[in-house]
């Protein structure tokens, strides 16, 4: 009978059997880094066919609440972290808008009434949130956790629906990104169908979710998301202006 080699896990120093530590599962055969493990393993991790984050994506789509109770109910090593998932989103993001060169708010316009703030302040403030986007994107995945406590109070906590924003914006994120492609194609007039489209798959996510009282569920999805969504402008302007103000001050 083949004996198999015992191994100390170099990650918690547990001994163990096999390819894989009993304790933390790292592989046995870890060695100095080399660029070939490094980039092997994001590929591994991005591109496989059985990456957490290709499995996190298509379950977010096809069946978001199997994905968000099981990762709730403890499945974590399955499916890519919610705070890992949104970065990685909102980097793909950046870097597109980036080397496209689009600016979501190009053809935005403030109009101040007479007595009103400087429009110059305004404006910087616009164009402070237009570059600090990727940071304010936190705002909504807080304001978003914060009304669904408020209107799903009882059946989780606060904590959990964090984590639950953070995969919803992961995805709301994707949706903008590929919407970038659609209004550099046909035209501006096509820039609130990210938001529109994230609207119904929030709604749809919510529906799979809870899987109960369809037609309530339905209605305060629909509500809370567009309070989230105002809340959300609202404070990501609110602060820029504040920085801005601060800074000239």
Not at 33 to 56: G, H, R, Y
Not at 192 to 213: D, E, H, T
């Amino acid at each position: 009978m083949e004996e198999i080699n015992s191994h100390i896990c170099r990650n918690c120093g547990t001994e163990f059997r096999g390819n894989f530590c009993s304790r933390c599962g790292q592989r046995s055969g870890i060695h100095k880094v080399t660029f070939k493990e490094t980039f092997q393993d994001l590929a591994n991790n991005l591109f496989s066919i059985n990456a957490p984050l290709l499995i996190t994506i298509r379950d977010m789509f096809l069946r978001p609440g199997v994905l968000l109770r099981s990762y709730l109910d403890g499945k974590r090593r399955t499916y890519y972290r919610p705070v890992s998932f949104f970065i990685l989103m909102t980097v793909l993001y950046i870097v597109i808008r980036s080397v496209i060169g689009f600016d979501p708010f190009r053809n935005s316009m403030i109009v101040v009434e007479e007595g009103g703030p400087d429009p110059t302040l305004l404006t910087e403030a616009r164009n402070y949130m237009l570059m600090n986007i990727n940071n304010f994107l936190f705002v909504f995945v807080f304001t978003l956790a914060l009304f669904l406590k408020l209107f799903f109070y009882k059946r989780y906590s606060l904590a959990e629906y964090i984590a639950i924003s953070f995969y919803l914006l992961g995805i709301y994120t994707l949706i903008v990104t590929c919407n970038m492609f659609v209004v550099q194609a046909f035209g501006d007039q096509l820039q609130p169908l990210g938001s529109m489209i994230m609207c119904l798959f929030f709604v749809y996510a919510m529906v799979s979710f809870f899987q109960r009282k369809y037609f309530l569920v339905i209605v305060k999805s629909f509500i809370l998301f567009i309070l989230a969504f105002i809340t959300y402008a609202m404070s990501s302007f609110a602060i820029s202006f504040l920085i801005v103000y601060i800074k000239q001050g």
